[in-house]
T-cell receptor, first 114, second 112 residues
Framework: DGGITQSPKYLFRKEGQNVTLSCEQN?????MYWYRQDPGQGLRLIYY???????QKGDIAEGYSVSREKKESFPLTVTSAQKNPTAFYLC?????????????FGPGTRLTVL | QKEVEQNSGPLSVPEGAIASLNCTYS??????FFWYRQYSGKSPELIMF????GDKEDGRFTAQLNKASQYVSLLIRDSQPSDSATYLC????????????FGSGTRLQVQP
C-alpha cells in the first residue's frame, strides 16, 4: 500500500533533550513538508523540501532541523532550543510539477515535553 | 490580517440537514483551494479541491468558489453523525512556496 508513515505515534521528551521524528513515504512524491498543530489551531509550516538535498524554512523553523538525503525520507529533529515543543506534528507530501498542489498527510506524531 | 479565515464553530446541524462551512482568503492571486477533514486526534484528510469559479460536486460534498469575493465554501448534504469533525480550508502559500496555508478550521457537530 502506498502512503506516508510517521513514527513514533507518541513521543515524550525531557527538558533539554533533542528528539527526531521519522517520516517516510512510498508515493514517489518529490515534495515533503512538516507542520505543527496546537490544540484548536490550524497547521503551521515548519520546514519543506521540494527536492532531495534541499529544504527551506517555513513560518516557525526556529528550534527545528531537517534533512532530506533520500526522496522517501524527511526526518524532523526537535532541538532543545524549541521552547514549547508539545504539539501534534504532521508530515505531508505532494507531487511536484502539478499545477494544483494536493498534499497528503501521514498519521502524525504527538510530542509531549515532560 | 490572517491569510485564511474560518469561523471556529462549533457549527451544529441536525442529521440530514445541509452543513455550510465558509472560508475567506486574503491573496487574490490564489488559484486553488482545498478542504480537509480532520477527526479528533487524527491527521487531515483531503476531501475536495476547487480551482474554478462556481461549484464542484463530489457525492454529498459541494465546494463553491467565488474569487471576486475571495470566498470558498463547503456544503455537506444529508449530514451524518460521521461527518462530525473539524474542516480545514487551505490555499497555496506565497509564490514559489508550494506548501499550503491553513485556516484554523471549523468544528462541525451533526446531531443524531
Amino acid at each position: 500500500d502506498g502512503g506516508i508513515t510517521q513514527s513514533p505515534k507518541y513521543l515524550f521528551r525531557k527538558e533539554g533533550q533533542n528528539v527526531t521524528l521519522s517520516c517516510e513515504q512510498n508515493l514517489n512524491h518529490d515534495a515533503m513538508y512538516w507542520y505543527r498543530q496546537d490544540p484548536g489551531q490550524g497547521l503551521r509550516l515548519i520546514y519543506y523540501s521540494q527536492i532531495v538535498n534541499d529544504f527551506q524554512k517555513g513560518d516557525i523553523a526556529e528550534g527545528y532541523s531537517v534533512s532530506r538525503e533520500k526522496k522517501e525520507s524527511f526526518p524532523l529533529t526537535v532541538t532543545s532550543a524549541q521552547k514549547n515543543p508539545t504539539a501534534f506534528y504532521l508530515c505531508a507530501s505532494s507531487m511536484e510539477g502539478r499545477v494544483y498542489n494536493e498534499q497528503f498527510f501521514g498519521p502524525g506524531t504527538r510530542l509531549t515535553v515532560l | 490580517q490572517k491569510e485564511v479565515e474560518q469561523n471556529s464553530g462549533p457549527l451544529s446541524v441536525p442529521e440530514g440537514a445541509i452543513a455550510s462551512l465558509n472560508c475567506t482568503y486574503s491573496d487574490r492571486g490564489s488559484q486553488s483551494f482545498f478542504w480537509y477533514r480532520q477527526y479528533s486526534g487524527k491527521s487531515p484528510e483531503l476531501i475536495m479541491f476547487i480551482y474554478s469559479n462556481g461549484d464542484k460536486e463530489d457525492g454529498r460534498f459541494t465546494a463553491q468558489l467565488n474569487k471576486a469575493s475571495q470566498y470558498v465554501s463547503l456544503l455537506i448534504r444529508d449530514s451524518q453523525p460521521s461527518d462530525s469533525a473539524t474542516y480545514l480550508c487551505a490555499v497555496p502559500g506565497a509564490p514559489g512556496r508550494r506548501a499550503l496555508t491553513f485556516g484554523s478550521g471549523t468544528r462541525l457537530q451533526v446531531q443524531p
